[in-house]
């Protein structure tokens, strides 16, 4: 598995769980507003496999979630072994996805491995090229989506970027997901970012994104605002 971060502790990645946090390196896509750009250009230094298993069983009994995010942690052919492990030392485990993959995906939800899911709805399905900066089958996007509304616990999320997502937007990626369970609308980070020129962007004022949060309430079950 390759790893390029590890976050020790943290109460808000994981609803309900006091967990750590595993970046997985790589990713098929290439939003320009990602502000991970040193993950998904694998320029951040990998941390071996061994030391996040032993940190998670020295950690045993303190921590009750692992979060992996990347990146795109499915792209990596080892992560059912990993996931596999990290459910062997008794945790929960949260996966954060881009919904890319849903044979994937599918497989760790059938073989439980996984207990949360996070998806990225980086804008409306027929609008992603702009967004995730790659061409992307729509069509996985779709069956991402139907295998995670069928799941107990998880989530999806929009980042708010300005000049990619607007009222409309929103409107139409809520109607896709109507009846989820959790919708959340995040504030952009113009930092770091994949294309320079995002980083030079302002962010969405808090009173639009509350218009936003507002239109997608009339069909998602709980919305709510992130890092505003």
């Known amino acids: 598995m390759k790893i ?48 996040i298993l032993g940190f998670l069983e020295e950690r045993s009994g ?42 994937d995906l599918k497989n760790a939800v059938e073989r439980s491995l996984v207990d949360y899911v996070a998806m990225d709805i980086k804008a409306p399905l027929d609008e992603y090229k702009k967004a995730a900066g790659i061409k992307v089958d729509r069509s996985k996007l779709e069956k991402s989506i139907d295998i995670i509304m069928n799941m107990e616990n998880y989530e999806f999320r929009t980042t708010a970027v300005p000049g990619l997502i607007d009222e409309q937007s929103v409107e139409k990626i809520a109607r896709r997901i109507d009846g989820a369970k959790n919708y959340f609308i995040q504030q952009f980070e113009p930092r770091n970012t994949l294309d320079p020129e995002y980083s030079k962007r302002e962010k969405i004022p808090v009173k639009k994104l509350q218009g936003f949060k507002k239109t997608a309430e009339r069909f998602v079950r709980n919305c709510k605002l992130r890092n505003v």
């Open 62 to 103: 303190q921590l009750e979630g692992v979060v992996v995010t990347g990146g795109e942690p499915f792209i990596q052919g080892e992560i059912f072994e990993f996931l596999e492990k990290i459910k062997q030392l008794d945790y929960s485990v949260k996966i954060d996805t881009n919904g890319s993959l849903p044979e």
């Open 4 to 51: 390029g971060g590890l976050k020790k502790f943290t109460v808000t990645d994981y609803p309900g769980k006091i967990s750590c946090i595993v970046f997985a390196l790589g990713c098929n896509f290439r939003c320009p507003f990602c502000h991970n750009s040193h993950l998904v250009e694998c320029k951040a230094e990998k941390i071996p496999t061994e030391k």
